[in-house]
């Protein structure tokens, strides 16, 4: 593709610009997937009801309280930001702040003060995605950036976890769990391997079951949603890593499977990871961006100080991945175009 | 720069046209590293008011003497000299503020800001006109800096000047503890940059 011709061309006229009997002038692609924003939000939203469906049966009111909360935030910022660059509010209904919303929500602990929840989803949309120009144009996830600045704004909140009513003994009114993640970190019992895959121990709204994230997650990469390449290799370069680790120090460290049935890693491998904005667009890149995810997931899980480290890595890979672009940016056919 | 600007222009133009902080991007450091609370800034601002307003006396004075190749080396030197009497007051009356702020009293030095003004005032103009400016923009950077703390200290411990303003049984668990540490320094100046330039934008569009 030569840049000269490329650029006399006018841009892709909407239908409605359709020429006097009815032909579509425009620019190639001439054949559409009929993909639209608020179709593959729809679908990313139906991936993700396993997972509401259990954080409502282990947490029940404060599942659909937070959610309802951190997408209010992201609606709320999203009308604002477009009434501030006196834009159509077309963004509030493609479903985009929806999802934002709903994935922080699903990384959030369920304890967590509604008012906090909603101050993250303004913030996400807001400083993640409004200043950088709106969607498509964000530099960082904005579910990511709200859940960072909830860490830094509220580093206790965030991390108290309180077990709800399938967990507590009854009798009991509210006892205090700590994660899967929290205990390995400090060599405490570890919780069985079928409570990790089904998801009853402490945790994030939407990240202690790993089956349900596996089945939204599959389901995504199914419909072509969500491309298989850094799920793959995000869960293979984290369960390595944590594989060869366990290997090295078997009591310190638990296994891969511990790994990547814990903690944020099956939700983020296929909910956050899979981003179309913040991650690279070309098949390598992709791959490389997995793999990086993963590895700075292990990174931090095993030396951080932080017991999960799926926010950081998330984040620390969007800026890199300006530079995985330029280098994995394919040879067009007949050789090099000079930028 | 206009050629023949009033005394009140050159003042007013600091604050408000071109404000060091909020407009120029001047002095950054400053403003991200000492606006946690109102008073830090205040002391800030009053540090660097009384040094910008001394040096632009001095090299005003002194530009008819000034050899233009050593003028940078006169400027840092006048500079340093009222940094350095500024930190030692600060030390000697106001030993608390001065411990918070740290380094950031003798890093006035090399605040762009006031070399700035010394090399495009002061030095081609008069004692009146420079001091005009030297406030001005004085003025406009304890304003910025004063903005910025309120706001930081407001949601980030939920007091003003040390008084509880916010609900202190809220505030006491509820802090937005990011506004008081560096990512709510630079989250705080973009939001208020922003602002200001979409005020002046509208002001150009209405004007």
């Known amino acids: 593709m030569s840049d000269a011709t490329n650029a006399a061309k006018p841009a892709a006229l909407p239908i409605k610009d359709a020429g006097p009997r009815g032909f579509l002038v425009s620019s190639p692609p001439h054949l559409a997937a009929g993909a639209t924003t608020q179709r593959i939000m729809f679908e990313v939203l139906l991936a993700m009801l396993p997972l509401f469906g259990f954080a409502l049966y282990m947490f029940r009111l404060s599942a659909i309280v937070l959610t309802v909360a951190t997408i209010a935030g992201a609606l709320a910022a999203e009308a604002l930001g477009n009434l501030m660059r006196k834009r159509d509010q077309s963004s509030v209904y493609d479903g985009s702040a929806i999802v934002t919303g709903a994935i922080l929500a699903f990384s959030l602990p369920p304890s967590l003060n509604p008012y906090m929840a909603f101050l993250g989803g303004m913030v996400g949309i807001a400083l993640g995605k409004i200043v950088f120009g709106g969607i498509g144009n964000n530099l960082f996830n904005p579910a990511m950036v709200g859940r960072a600045f909830l860490m830094i704004c509220f580093p206790a909140a965030l991390v108290s976890f309180t077990p709800t009513a399938p967990m507590t003994a009854a009798g009991v009114d509210a006892t205090t769990m700590a994660t899967p993640l929290y205990a390995a970190a400090k060599q405490m019992d570890l919780p069985s391997m079928s409570a990790l895959w089904l998801g009853n121990t402490g945790g994030c709204l939407g990240e202690t079951s790993a089956i349900a994230a596996l089945i939204g997650g599959l389901y995504l990469v199914i419909r072509g949603v969500a491309d298989w390449r850094q799920p793959l290799a995000l869960l293979l370069t984290a369960g390595i890593f944590a594989q060869i680790a366990h290997w090295i120090a078997p009591d310190a460290h638990p296994g891969a499977t511990f790994h990547l049935t814990s903690g944020a890693m099956m939700f983020g491998a296929f909910f956050i990871a899979t981003d179309y904005v913040g991650a690279p667009v070309n098949p390598w890149g992709r791959l490389i961006f997995g793999a990086g995810v993963g590895l700075l997931v292990m990174v931090i899980r095993l030396f951080g100080a932080y017991p999960e480290g799926f926010m950081f890595a998330i984040l620390i890979m969007n800026s890199l991945t300006p530079v995985i672009e330029r280098v994995t940016t394919p040879t067009p056919f007949g050789g090099k175009v000079e930028a | 720069m206009a050629a023949e600007t009033g005394n009140l222009e050159q003042f007013k133009t600091g604050i408000l046209d071109n404000n060091p902080v909020l407009v120029q991007l001047l002095g950054m450091c400053p403003a991200l590293a000492v606006t946690n609370s109102v008073e830090n800034a205040l002391v800030m601002g009053g540090a660097a008011t009384f040094v910008v307003v001394m040096s632009n006396l001095i090299t005003s004075l002194l530009r008819n003497l000034i050899k233009p190749h050593v003028r940078i080396l006169i400027f840092t030197l006048t500079i340093a000299t009222f940094v350095t009497i500024a930190d030692l007051f600060l030390k000697a009356y106001l030993f608390k503020v001065s411990q918070a702020i740290g380094a950031f009293i003798p890093l006035i030095i090399v605040n ?96």
């Open chain 2, 112 to 207: 762009c800001m006031i070399i700035c003004r010394a090399e495009v005032v002061a030095i081609k103009n008069g004692v009146g006109k420079s001091l005009a400016d030297a406030f001005g923009i004085g003025i406009g950077f304890t304003l910025s800096l004063l903005t910025l703390g309120i706001i930081r200290e407001i949601l980030g411990s939920g007091t003003f000047l040390n008084y509880q303003v916010l609900p202190k049984t809220v505030w006491d668990t509820h802090a937005w503890i990011i506004m008081i540490l560096p990512p709510g320094a630079f989250l705080t100046l973009g939001v208020v940059v922003g602002v200001v330039n979409y005020m002046r934008e509208r002001g150009k569009v209405g004007a």
